[in-house]
């Protein structure tokens, strides 16, 4: 067994291959569970656990589904697996998922999501950690017509067929609906004690999850970024912003490979599509990313920011980073306390603090330094945003890192009142 809370994580993107101490014990049936944390993994999870196979829940994690500061399975994830009973093995395999996104080979969603691609990524490596713990057969809470654009008949059974393992893949909701699988027709699973819904109806699963006591589970349609139509919105700028190409529902981005491994992407990058309010300063450069700003909207939306900012600050300093060259600029508007990031530094600032000491630069010069009006005005907008008036705020400007390659987050400060301008033009903001 794994750690205290049966807990198993590992991150493919690292390790190339999940691998884990679990594995069966003489005759003793083992099966794989997908687990997505929803009502309907959960369910399909205590059929199986009914007919006396020990489950061992499978969870892939990415930059779109996972926690915003860490990467690993969301808390709920983890006390749903708890309540079931079950060993939860969590895999983080972020970059799979963004060629995914980027070339979705059966398109999108109604978003930026390429649910079926996705799926069939899922069952592939959970298929390929059923064979490495020697588990006799996987299974998913799928439900056929559930969902408009991945769980019909045809693209289940397909994805089913292209991945070789119709059967070994079992759905136990909608097991009366598909084909019998194998370890139906071995006997190893009751067929008889499967279910057989159907359709976007959920009295069903809310009936057995009372019966079951089963308390602990995500909403139908959360858990996933790719789904929500502003951070679509987002990752689409961003995208355009890094691929100079306008994406299509059944093509995505349309991007080589190569591309995507060369051009400037991180975590980091892209955890920081998910928080706050958010723009895009394009460059003026051609076919040079442009500046992401991006505001706190809540406490712990700033702390989130700050150490995503001091982590990649550290990962450029140590050579590991894969973004941009330059580190983040924080803007602190200090009463009431919220934060900018700009990202990444302008080199035109870098050039600015060459000439000028630290308290003599003028603001009106940084003001001009594309991406940091934006910034600044950003900041203080949701400073008054949160005050309800118009005001002159004290604003603080923090540059993690200067040209000298000082190793100190806190090298800088530029502390100077800003007042928001009433002619300003509003900002639109996602």
């Known amino acids: 067994m794994n750690d205290a809370n049966n807990t198993n994580i590992i991150d493919k993107n690292e390790n190339g291959n999940a691998n884990s101490a679990v594995a069966n014990s003489g005759s003793e049936v083992v099966a794989i569970g997908l687990y997505s944390g929803g009502l309907d993994s959960a369910l399909s999870i205590k ?8 489950v061992v829940a499978f969870h892939l994690t990415t930059v779109f589904t996972g926690s915003t500061n860490d990467l690993k399975a969301p808390q709920h994830i983890i006390d749903g697996a708890e309540e079931l009973g079950v060993e ?6 972020t970059d799979t998922l963004l ?72 759905r136990p909701l909608c097991a009366h609906q598909l084909p019998e699988t ?25 009936r057995l999850a009372k019966e079951f006591g089963i308390t602990k589970f995500g909403s139908p349609s959360g858990g996933c970024s790719l789904t929500e139509p502003s951070f679509g919105n987002m990752f689409k700028k961003w995208g355009i912003n890094h691929f100079n190409v306008e994406p299509t529902k059944e093509h995505g981005f349309a991007v080589d490979i190569e591309d995507i491994n060369c051009c400037s992407i991180s975590n980091n990058d892209l955890l920081m599509l998910r928080l706050g309010r958010r723009l895009f300063v394009p460059n003026e450069e051609l076919n040079t990313p ?22 990649r600050h550290r990962e450029l300093l140590e050579g590991s980073q894969r973004g941009f060259k330059n580190p983040d600029i924080i803007i602190e508007c200090l009463e009431p306390g919220a934060i900018v ?14 000439t000028y000491e630290s308290d003599d630069v003028p603001l009106d010069m940084i003001l001009a330094v594309e991406g940091l009006r934006a910034a600044f005005d950003l900041a203080v907008y949701q400073s008054h945003a949160r005050k309800k008036e118009m005001a002159v705020v004290d604003v603080k400007l ?11 987050d806190e090298v800088f400060y530029y502390v100077r009142d800003y007042p928001f301008p009433a002619e300003n033009p509003a900002l639109k903001y996602s």
């Open 47 to 54: 059929l199986i656990q009914q007919q006396g196979i020990r």
């Open 88 to 93: 939860l093995h969590v895999v983080q395999d």
């Open 99 to 170: 060629q995914l996104v980027l070339n979705p080979p059966h398109g999108y969603g109604k978003n930026v999501n390429p649910c079926i691609d996705c799926r069939r990524n899922t069952i592939k490596l959970g298929v390929e950690y059923m064979r490495e713990i020697g588990a006799s057969f996987i299974f998913s809470g799928e439900v056929v017509g559930q969902r408009p654009f991945s769980q019909r008949m045809t693209p289940m059974m397909e994805t089913a067929v292209a991945l070789g393992v119709e059967d070994i893949l079992l």
């Open 182 to 206: 194998q370890p139906e027709k071995d006997g190893i699973v009751d067929r008889s004690k499967l279910m057989n819904i159907s359709g976007r109806s959920r009295k069903t699963q809310l």
């Open 290 to 311: 442009g500046y992401l700003v991006t505001c706190g909207r809540k406490q712990e939306e700033n702390v989130t920011i700050m150490e995503l900012s001091r982590m």
């Open 341 to 354: 990031m700009c990202r990444p530094c302008p080199d035109a600032l870098f050039e600015i603090l060459k």
């Open 398 to 408: 923090r540059l993690p890192c200067l040209p000298d390659g000082t190793n100190n």
